[in-house]
């Protein structure tokens, strides 16, 4: 009797066993393919320039076409660049933000063009004595035209490019849009009007949060636990970008002294986002 109830019950769970199975085999071979969430770190700790923004969009395109990274961290410690660089990396990181969170982080420095590119994110953490803002435009003025006898060209303005006031208001519509694209990121978490804004001033950290330039003071990890959150992912892994791209790039032209040592001011004359430190007055 006690070995027909044995068998009864083995013929029970034999026949319910491969149901029991089936979906915890498949639930193993699911987890196996589906990647695992990942928050990418994207580096930058350079001026910004052609070689250097072309570097920052690939990390940034990578980021982006990669689903398997779910929010993306920006890591920057920048005095800014050109203008053309610096808004050709800051529309590429508009379609990253579109798409996933963006979370900066900064180290020493975001100011001018820096700036410009953490007021694109969703959050920005940077150090008490991080050094946030210099939003403006500086630029080499064009020198006043004058014949040379052995040149001849089709118009005035020719060798020179442009009449001085005519770049003058050049700078002054790029100071303004510099000015709507914080607009647009910071919003109403920014505490300062233009009038304040656009004098170039720099301020560190503490006084930065107040202001409503960034939103919180703190580490890379604690952006990284941002990014995480931002995303709604719980479990994941944390990628450098940087490791994944190949591409080489160039350094940026600085004028260099004798001694080699690279100074702050670009070679080449144009228009600048940039954050240009006075060189220490000789004793």
Do not use: C
Not at 31 to 58: E, H, R, T
Not at 252 to 279: H, R
């Amino acid at each position: 009797m006690k070995s027909e109830k044995s068998k009864a019950l083995w013929e029970v769970i034999r026949s319910w066993l491969p149901w029991t199975l089936i979906p915890l085999i498949l639930g193993v071979l699911a987890a196996i393919a589906i990647p695992i969430p990942k928050i990418g770190v994207i580096s930058f700790n350079d001026a910004i320039y052609d070689y250097s923004s072309q570097y920052l969009m690939a990390q940034i395109r990578y980021a982006r076409e990669h689903p398997e990274i779910r929010a993306v961290v920006l890591k920057i410690n920048s005095p800014g660049g050109t203008v053309v660089d610096t808004e050709a990396v800051y529309l590429e990181l508009i379609r990253l933000r579109q798409k996933k969170p963006v979370v900066a982080t900064v180290g020493g420095m975001a100011a001018s063009g820096g700036y410009y590119l953490i007021s694109g994110t969703d959050y920005v953490y940077a150090k008490p004595t991080s050094s946030i803002g210099n939003v403006g435009v500086i630029g080499y003025l064009p020198p006043a035209p004058f014949l040379y006898e052995e040149i001849i060209s089709t118009g005035p303005y020719k060798l020179w490019g442009s009449p001085r006031d005519t770049y003058q208001r050049e700078i002054e519509a790029i100071k303004q849009g510099f000015y709507q694209a914080v607009i647009a990121g910071r919003g109403d978490r920014l505490e300062i009007g233009p009038e304040t804004l656009l004098r170039g001033q720099i301020w560190p950290g503490t006084q930065a949060l107040e202001l409503g330039l960034i939103d919180a003071l703190g580490s890379d990890s604690d952006a990284i636990e941002k990014a995480a959150e931002m995303a709604k992912v719980w479990h994941y892994d944390v990628i450098d970008v940087i490791g994944t791209i190949i591409e080489t790039f160039e350094p940026t032209k600085f004028y260099a002294s004798v001694d080699g040592v690279n100074l702050p001011y670009p070679e080449k004359p144009g228009l600048y986002m940039l954050y240009i430190p006075p060189l220490p007055t000789s004793k």
